[in-house]
């Protein structure tokens, strides 16, 4: 065969020049990294290609550095390309009631910076423990008592070396108006009463409040006429309702509430100290994602919201 017949053959290599190739090339750097692979082929194809029917073809050393140029454009365009961006995780926190708030407004950072997707599950931290106890699918635990991390830590239910107090609380009398009581003591006097607080058989805001009113001697004569309610948030908008003249309740939760004032605050010694406590869930699905996320909270990147809302960061 001639060279003047081969370069008029649409199929002989030897007529695919540099320029030729560039829309090859531009297609190719959109594509995954396999095609991308079948592409650099090709053009090693183009510059060793056999000597056979078509006799015109051998080596230049000009075109192929200018392929090879082009294979390097494509495999690097390839790379890129072939990285993913994976979904966020989903993680599961059980968290206590008064922690709601504050935990929703960190959400899209967590997702941000984490990849983790929050799925807050809130309510008071003995019904968490409970649905833990019965084999929820938490992968994170916020208690605000320390009673009930204490109870799924004897089940072996939560991952020991996890487990960290992160923040305190204080409790305070709230009333709707200006006019309230001046001490615990006060709250004996039929005028405030019923009075609101949660729970004390499981909810930790009425633990406190009944060790508090334990100590203060009047526990006795307000038992009877307490408001029991399901959780701390509860409580608090018995009062903002009007169902209940006084209240006791976190002094996080009155201030994120319009309608409420705070009548004093209860001395701390009056009460266990007041510790959110958390922990990853033993056996979670994701639980180095929930270890990183109770890393994250603990850390200075978060602090801020919770100093802010009305929380002490603890050491």
């Not at 006799?55 to 192929?64: E, H, L, N």
């Not at 615990?184 to 405030?192: E, I, K, N, P, Q």
Request: aromatic residues 6%; hydrophobic residues 45%; neutral net charge.
């Amino acid at each position: 065969m001639s060279s003047a017949r081969c370069f008029a053959d649409a199929g002989c290599p030897a007529q695919r020049t540099t320029n030729d190739l560039t829309p090859i090339i531009k297609s190719a750097s959109g594509r995954k990294s396999k095609k991308n692979f079948i592409f650099i082929i090709d053009c090693l194809t183009l510059i060793y290609a056999p000597r056979t029917s078509c006799q015109c073809v051998r080596f230049r050393p000009v075109r192929a550095f200018a392929l090879l140029a082009a294979v390097t454009v494509v495999a690097l365009s390839g790379c890129g390309d072939e990285q993913t961006h994976e979904a966020p995780m989903a993680v599961r926190v059980d968290a206590a009631t008064s922690l709601c708030s504050v935990l929703q407004q960190l959400a899209p950072a967590a997702e941000r910076e984490l990849g983790i997707t929050v799925q807050l599950n809130c309510a008071s931290s003995g019904t968490l423990a409970q649905q833990i106890l019965h084999g929820s699918d938490a992968e994170v635990f916020i208690s605000a008592s320390a009673i009930w991390m204490d109870h799924l830590e004897k089940k072996g239910l939560i991952v020991s070396a996890t487990r960290r107090n992160l923040w305190a609380n204080q409790l305070v009398v709230v009333t709707q108006g200006d006019d309230g009581p001046g001490s615990l003591d006060d709250l004996a006097d039929a005028r405030w009463q019923p009075m609101a607080m949660g729970d004390p058989d499981y909810v930790p805001s009425g633990q406190y409040a009944r060790q508090a009113l334990r100590r203060t001697g009047v526990w006795d004569r307000l038992a009877a006429h307490a408001a029991r309610a399901p959780d701390a948030t509860a409580a608090l908008m018995h009062v903002a309702s009007g169902q209940c003249p006084v209240g006791i309740v976190y002094a996080t939760d009155a201030r994120r509430i319009s309608g409420v004032t705070v009548a004093f605050t209860i001395d701390a010694d009056r009460h266990d100290p007041i510790r959110y406590v958390a922990a990853v869930v033993n056996g979670a699905t994701r639980a180095s994602a929930g270890a990183r996320l109770l890393d994250w909270l603990a850390s200075a990147t978060t602090a801020h919201a919770f100093a802010g809302a009305g929380f002490t960061v603890v050491d």
